[in-house]
């Protein structure tokens, strides 16, 4: 059940609001959780007893852990938190990566062990590292163990972030799960800010989806290098406006219900280098990676050699997170590279470069990995590349031509929807208007119930509505 659905808009989110808000206060986290469990067994039901497993074994090492530490035996304490590691990562090794290790081996070895066919739980990377932090963070002493198994259950299941993301850390919204006030004000900024998630799904995501998929169909050997650059960068726009629009949707969810998770999203496409792109790209994974991996390692603390060893360790796992898949294996190793050779290399000289140039840069490597990415067939991605760079058939065609016709003005309306041209130029509006007049609420009002009623249009006529991150 993805949230850009007419069964989760008009009859899961009704149904459960209309519960939970008529619920008392001390219900409605037992509102959240089995709704929570409902929406994750609607896709996963016999999953959902591998995801109540992880709850209960890392509320009770939590609990192990405050007590080691409230007795003073922090080597009991680590040695709890060791083991909440050990179990979270065998159980998201087993299901994400026995088929590849298998695999292989088989290539490898050239033996013929046959793949299990696990298949892969909807979420697993996210709620595994939500319950690795929760446990770390208690043995650091950063947050206290959560008394309550309800409460903690309701925290790593909870259906708005559950299936991808955002990665929300316990200790940022622990208050929140025993007392939380929801508001008006809150609940309204919450439908706005779904809205705007549903619409850079729906208009946006899906739309230019459609291009990459017809781009990326065709032979490679006939593949004008236009026409190949054109289809990237329909991916680079899709997974943003995907991605982006799913953790908007989440953001403006657990605002109805009182929460206040972290932005996820903050306007990769301008960055002006790959490192500015990492801390706008995907947040909660980025900041979990640094915080829970390079910052223990050492960081930047212990010279240069040991900074680009924590570095790469740190893109290795986060390309090995994304997917059992070597093309993940190569997008991370590529983005380490990068960031090395912008730390260590050129990075001060690419300061120096017009602001223009060092955007054209971020966005051609930008493009580029979104390639790699994009083809689980590292073969077929290589070769993508090699047409991008006149490797098909001359520069373009009549196909690159009709592709552009078509396309243009979704093509300019995602450039500006990229940047911060539209928030500024809302923001613009509702000041000329005044920000509390009836003009600029109407006009509030009119333009969110306008991308309610296009997206609703398109997803009842269309059968294309694909969630990109699910498969992580």
Not at 244 to 252: E, F, K, L, N, R
């Amino acid at each position: 059940m993805v949230f850009s659905s007419l069964l989760f808009m008009f009859r899961f989110l009704p149904l459960v609001l209309i519960l939970y808000y008529a619920a008392h206060v001390k219900l409605r986290n037992v509102i959240l959780f089995l709704f929570s469990l409902f929406f994750y067994a609607w896709g996963e039901p016999k999953y959902v007893f591998l995801m109540l497993c992880s709850i209960t074994v890392d509320y009770f090492i939590g609990k192990r852990i405050q007590k080691c530490r409230n007795e003073g035996r922090m080597s009991a304490a680590g040695r709890w938190m060791l083991l909440s590691v050990i179990y979270n990562l065998s159980v998201l090794g087993f299901f994400k990566y026995t088929d590849f290790l298998i695999g292989t081996v088989n290539a490898v070895f050239g033996t013929d062990i046959p793949l299990p066919g696990i298949p892969l739980p909807i979420g697993i990377s996210f709620f595994t590292f939500q319950t690795m932090s929760y446990t770390i963070d208690v043995y650091r002493g950063v947050t206290q163990a959560q008394t309550s198994w309800l409460n903690y259950g309701t925290y790593v299941s909870m259906f708005p972030q559950l299936i991808a993301g955002p990665i929300v850390q316990y200790k940022t919204i622990a208050k929140q799960l025993k007392e939380r006030t929801e508001t008006t004000d809150d609940f309204v900024a919450g439908i706005t800010r779904f809205l705007a998630g549903v619409g850079k799904k729906v208009l946006l995501a899906n739309n230019i989806g459609v291009l990459w998929d017809t781009v990326s169909a065709m032979p490679l050997a006939s593949l004008p290098a236009a026409t190949a650059w054109l289809g990237a960068i329909a991916y680079t726009f899709q997974i943003y406006f995907d991605f982006s629009g799913y953790s908007d949707m989440a953001i403006g969810l657990g605002q109805m219900f009182g929460f206040h998770f972290l932005e996820n999203f903050n306007y990769p496409y301008i960055s002006r280098s790959i490192t500015e792109f990492w801390r706008r790209w995907h947040i909660s994974l980025s900041s979990w990676f640094r915080e829970y991996v390079y910052i223990p390692l050492g960081g930047n603390r212990k010279g240069a050699a040991k900074q680009i060893r924590n570095i790469a360790i740190v893109w290795m796992l986060t390309g090995i997170w994304h997917g059992a898949s070597w093309n993940f294996v190569l997008w991370g190793v590529y983005y380490g590279i990068l960031l090395i050779l912008e730390k260590f290399i050129f990075g001060k000289a690419l300061k120096k470069l017009p602001k223009a140039l060092q955007h054209v840069y971020t966005l051609f490597f930008v493009v580029i990995s979104w390639v790699i990415f994009a083809f689980d067939n590292v073969g077929a991605g290589i070769g993508y590349i090699g047409a991008m760079f006149g490797a098909g058939v001359g520069f373009a065609d009549s196909t690159t031509v009709y592709l552009l016709y078509n396309y243009a003005v979704m093509l300019i309306v995602l450039v500006l929807g990229s940047t911060e041209l539209p928030k500024k130029a809302a923001a613009w509006i509702m000041k000329k208007l005044g920000e509390a007049s009836a003009a600029a609420v109407v006009l509030h009002c009119l333009f969110y119930a306008a991308v309610f009623l296009l997206s609703v249009a398109y997803l009842v006529d269309a059968s294309y509505n694909p969630f990109l991150y699910f498969r992580f």
